[in-house]
């Protein structure tokens, strides 16, 4: 989800590049075995959602994405105990998805995948149409941020690939992602990776009632100056629920926006850290979000509850 206010300004790819990615960016840095500049592939027919599904209203008609400003939404116990079937379905998802991330499989295929057992979930991909988003699950590749379209393009060994998995079930959305290691990772690429989930944890760790949203984004910022990361701050974590974005925003970087943690909030924490500076553009497509120097990324999210006590992760399997 874009930042509603953007401290690092998103550029449209330039027109007289867009034919030559793959030399766009080289030589700005020294680049690793997987950082190459991504090039999108074919995408494969809009997949179908049978009748009965129940789908989001957004499936009838365009719509933007959700206002992510305003006061957070308190869950009832009830809303909580929806919450945790459709974050509980999501993570599942999410696990089967990355057990398909091998050498040789396509992005679009794992989307085929993930499409057809959210379905016989009874539950709908949440992405889907989302904004007019093509596809059921979001596949970003190396150099990928975030919300990498699945098509054509076949894994090979040594990428990294972030897998973002939000399923509607029962009219609540549960929202999860994980950046996996298909095949023989260099070393830098699994220090990304593992400092990534670490950096996440870290934040987890510190939710509770009575502290504020933006220490969460300050943990990030020392975390990234601590591990010569950058963190990708124009995406931020959101308010979740019977809507798939909402308030509150989670910046993913040293803020002092207003707003404190209280029970019954539930909302996404999606820390994206780069091996390089947190430059992006968005393509053609409107979605996908490249580092403009090439460097690979990688990001982690889960979707948490505040407790009376702390916080509790809804896309956990149990």
Same mark, same amino acid.
């Given at each position: 989800?874009?930042?509603?206010?953007?401290?690092?300004?998103?550029?449209?790819?330039?027109?007289?590049?867009?034919?030559?990615?793959?030399?766009?960016?080289?030589?700005?840095?020294?680049?690793?075995?997987?950082? /190459?500049?991504?090039?999108?592939?074919?995408?494969?027919?809009?997949?179908?959602?049978?009748?009965?599904?129940?789908?989001?209203?957004?499936?009838?008609?365009?719509?933007?994405?959700?206002?992510?400003?305003?006061?957070?939404?308190?869950?009832?116990?009830?809303?909580?105990?929806?919450?945790?079937?459709?974050?509980?379905?999501?993570?599942?998802?999410?696990?089967?998805?990355?057990?398909?991330?091998?050498?040789?499989?396509?992005?679009?295929?794992?989307?085929?995948?993930?499409?057809?057992?959210?379905?016989?979930?009874?539950?709908?991909?949440?992405?889907?149409?989302?904004?007019?988003?093509?596809?059921?699950?979001?596949?970003?590749?190396?150099?990928?941020?975030?919300?990498?379209?699945?098509?054509?393009?076949?894994?090979?060994?040594?990428?990294?690939?972030?897998?973002?998995?939000?399923?509607?079930?029962?009219?609540?959305?549960?929202?999860?992602?994980?950046?996996?290691?298909?095949?023989?990772?260099?070393?830098?690429?699994?220090?990304?990776?593992?400092?990534?989930?670490?950096?996440?944890?870290?934040?987890?760790?510190?939710?509770?009632?009575?502290?504020?949203?933006?220490?969460?984004?300050?943990?990030?910022?020392?975390?990234? /100056?601590?591990?010569?990361?950058?963190?990708?701050?124009?995406?931020?974590?959101?308010?979740?629920?019977?809507?798939?974005?909402?308030?509150?925003?989670?910046?993913?970087?040293?803020?002092?926006?207003?707003?404190?943690?209280?029970?019954?909030?539930?909302?996404?924490?999606?820390?994206?850290?780069?091996?390089?500076?947190?430059?992006?553009?968005?393509?053609?497509?409107?979605?996908?979000?490249?580092?403009?120097?090439?460097?690979?990324?990688?990001?982690?999210?889960?979707?948490?509850?505040?407790?009376?006590?702390?916080?509790?992760?809804?896309?956990?399997?149990?």
């Amino acid at each position: 989800m874009l930042c509603h206010i953007q401290r690092r300004i998103i550029q449209r790819f330039p027109h007289h590049l867009r034919r030559n990615f793959f030399q766009f960016g080289r030589g700005k840095r020294e680049l690793g075995q997987c950082e /190459q500049i991504f090039a999108p592939g074919n995408l494969s027919p809009e997949r179908v959602v049978p009748s009965h599904i129940d789908k989001p209203e957004y499936y009838n008609k365009h719509m933007e994405p959700g206002n992510t400003l305003g006061t957070p939404e308190i869950k009832t116990i009830e809303q909580q105990n929806a919450m945790r079937l459709s974050g509980q379905l999501a993570a599942r998802i999410l696990r089967e998805c990355g057990e398909q991330a091998k050498i040789g499989i396509t992005t679009d295929e794992i989307d085929a995948f993930a499409h057809e057992r959210i379905i016989a979930a009874n539950a709908y991909p949440s992405p889907l149409r989302y904004a007019g988003f093509p596809k059921s699950i979001c596949t970003s590749i190396n150099n990928v941020a975030c919300h990498g379209i699945p098509d054509d393009r076949r894994l090979v060994d040594g990428d990294i690939i972030n897998i973002d998995v939000t399923v509607y079930l029962n009219g609540y959305h549960g929202d999860c992602s994980k950046t996996y290691l298909v095949g023989n990772v260099d070393e830098r690429g699994r220090f990304l990776v593992d400092s990534t989930r670490e950096c996440l944890e870290k934040c987890i760790a510190i939710c509770s009632p009575g502290v504020p949203f933006n220490k969460i984004g300050c943990l990030i910022e020392k975390f990234c /100056q601590e591990r010569q990361l950058e963190s990708v701050a124009a995406f931020i974590g959101h308010g979740i629920g019977n809507y798939f974005h909402g308030p509150p925003e989670i910046y993913h970087f040293h803020n002092d926006s207003p707003g404190e943690m209280k029970p019954g909030m539930t909302f996404t924490i999606e820390p994206i850290l780069s091996l390089g500076d947190s430059n992006i553009a968005l393509l053609e497509d409107g979605w996908t979000a490249i580092s403009l120097d090439g460097a690979r990324s990688a990001q982690f999210e889960h979707t948490i509850l505040i407790t009376e006590t702390g916080c509790e992760v809804l896309t956990k399997e149990s």
